[in-house]
Structure formats: C-alpha cells, structure tokens
C-alpha cells in the first residue's frame, strides 16, 4: 500500500519547456487535488478531481491543465513553464468531504 | 469565498511550555476545520479535526476550540517537546467542499 505516489521528486525546467506530473493513488479516493506551495505560504489549490472523468478549476489554475486519467491517477500539465511556476507541488487524495486529505511526497519544481 | 487568516506567523516557545496558534474564517457556512502538520521537507498531515457541531475536541496534547459565533479556531500544544517543531496549517471546508489553507504558522521549540 504505497498511499499517495507523485513522480518526479525533483525536476529543473527552462522557460518554455513543457512537462507533465503524475500523481497516483491506491487508496480509492474519490477526490484528487493538486496544490502548490511557495516559501511561507500555505497550499494553493490549482485544480480537483471531485470524481473519475470530472475536472474543476481551484484558486490558482492559469498555466496549468488537468487529466484524471482513471480513479488512480490525476496529472498535471505545464504547457510552457514560466519561472513564476517555480514551487513545490503536492497531489492529494480524500476519501469523502470529511475525510482527511493525504499528501504525496510532493515534486519540487525550478523554471529559470 | 472563504477565506481564511492564520497567527501568528513565527511562535518560539519554551521546551514543556504551550502554543496556541488562531485562524479565523470568512464564511459562515464553513463547518469543517482541519489543522495539519508538516515538517521541514515534508508532506503535510492531518493532527486533529473538528466539525461545526462541536465546540472543542482533544488528543492527547493536542486540542483544537471552535467559536462559530466569531468564526475563529484555535489550536492548542500543551507540553511542548522538540518534535513538534514543524509548520502548521488550519484550514477551513468551504460551500464547494474545498479546503481554504491559513499561510501557516512556523512553530520552534526551544530547548
């Protein structure tokens, strides 16, 4: 049971470049997100999951697209990446609406 | 929308002391409040939870006050040891069932 996996751990972009994070989940959540998280502040939701086939846009989608590929697995897309897109992504999992929320490892993104 | 304020944003408290850290939220309707936990390099995990119903709830050194009427939440540390060192988030559900984050609160623990 590995909970909730996100690939890649580390990644360095340049401006422009376009690339893809897979987050992935065996816990059978109805309900993926993904956040980022910049130095001193909180989690910003970019896009959820609310259920398999259904996307919708968070707090912060701009620069971002979404695939909720099957129950398991929720992606995020970076068209062409800026360096304002340099952050910490964490892809979620949650069960029901008061379920608790259960992180990935998170993937530390740089865009220079 | 919801929106959710958090202090203070540095808490340095004595090794066995208490901390107690404040958010408050906009919406009325918000009836679900989780505070998670996340050290340095890490994911962010849920310490306690509590729901518009109740007042108060416990756990162990851990406890989280709810005050509807002044749409404000509180987190309480008591006897504080080295591992709580962390950032902590509360968070507030809001009319679309998502959560709204405070910006954190980074809390040292001094030996």
């Known amino acids: 049971n590995a909970g909730v996996t996100q690939t890649p751990k580390f990644q360095v972009l340049k401006t422009g470049q376009s690339m893809t994070l897979q987050c992935a989940q065996d816990m059978n959540h109805n309900s993926m997100y993904w956040y980022r998280q910049d130095p001193g502040m909180g989690l910003r939701l970019i896009y959820y999951s609310a259920s398999e086939g259904t996307t919708d846009k968070g707090e912060v989608p701009n620069g971002y697209n979404v695939s909720r590929l099957n129950k398991r697995e929720f992606s995020l897309r970076l068209e062409s990446a800026a360096p304002s897109q340099t952050s910490v992504y964490f892809c979620a999992g949650q069960g029901s609406s008061y379920n608790e929320q259960f992180f990935g490892p998170g993937t530390r993104l740089t865009v220079l | ?70 749409k404000h939440f509180s987190l309480h540390i008591t006897e504080t040891q080295p591992e709580d060192s962390a950032v902590y988030f509360c968070a507030a559900r809001d009319s679309n069932y998502q959560l709204i984050w405070g910006a954190g609160t980074k809390l040292i623990i001094k030996p």
């Open chain 2, 1 to 70: 929308g919801e929106n959710v304020e958090q202090h203070p944003s540095t808490l340095s408290v004595q090794e066995g002391d208490s901390a107690v850290i404040k958010c408050t939220y906009s919406d009325s309707a918000s009836n679900y409040f989780p505070w998670y936990k996340q050290e340095l390099g890490k994911r962010p995990q849920l310490i306690i939870d509590i729901r518009s119903n109740v007042g108060e709830k416990k756990d162990q050194r851990i406890a989280v006050t709810l005050n509807k009427t002044a």
